[in-house]
């Protein structure tokens, strides 16, 4: 990366893992932080832009792309792109076929979003680790992660919408006693209530924060591991040779985690959403 010969190791890694922030800095005022510190300095209500750029750019280009092959799928013999969204679709399908959630018809389309922009997201971990950060400081930009799913943020705002979810089928399905009764009267019955909440609040709260943290955390390491491998073409030519090595074959290992972590985020969210809609569990 440009001025990496004036940063040190650990300068560089704490540089690329610094989102672009804006916020209320408590001496400087609203805009955009300048140092990992004034980052830092901005507190809980402060936006990390990069993120939301790049998962809403995303995402854009998800429904474009899904909305043209679809508008002009033919019955006739389909061409490639027609063929990866059925083949894709039909995967998803197969996921919520035989489960509680079938009929709802939100259940489908939600999987099959989650799969694809989760994807997606975990992709932009391929790209060089220094190219994108790189042209972005050209034009004044000092710091720039495009990696959405290796920001907490971005992960527990997913994983926190699908908790909504649970909840509000899990009423919707089972009502606000049958809700309550899941909660206080299992597993030990009515004399074992503090503990069956105890237990079962656990359980429910558990979920999003699974959910979150296995894939932010997937991420964030695969992340780092390529930072750590970039470290080594300042290292001279044999390191630098290791590094173009290192950084292939785990790329290419990456490819199934990347693909890997968007499958089991869309697959829990069936089965948590399958729980919700289940008369008990």
Known sequence: MAG??????????????TNLTFGNHPEHGWGVAHSSAEAAE?????????????????????????????????????DTAQNMVEAIVGFVQDNVHNTACERNP?????????????????????IPIDLVPWLASLIGIHFLKIVPTTDPNATFGMSLMIFGLIIYYSIKVKGVGGFAGELTLHPFGKWGMPANLLLEGINLVAKPISLSLRLFGNLYAGEMIFILIALMYGGGMVLGIS??????????????????????????TIVYLDMAHQESH
Request: charged fraction near 5%; proline fraction near 2%; avoid cysteine.
């Open 4 to 17: 990496s010969e004036t940063q040190t190791s650990a300068e560089y890694i704490k540089h690329h893992l």
């Open 42 to 78: 901005m507190g809980f209500w402060a936006i990390h832009l990069d993120t939301m750029f790049f998962s809403i750019l995303l995402g854009g280009l998800f429904l474009y792309f899904f909305h043209k092959v679809g508008k002009a799928a033919t019955s006739g013999v389909p």
């Open 243 to 268: 590094g173009g090595v290192l950084q292939f074959v785990w790329a290419v290992f990456h490819v199934l985690i990347i693909t890997l972590q968007a499958f089991i985020f869309m697959v829990l």
């Open 106 to 126: 939100l259940v489908a389309p939600l999987a099959l979003t989650i799969f694809v922009w989760v994807f997606l997201m975990n992709l932009m971990d391929l």
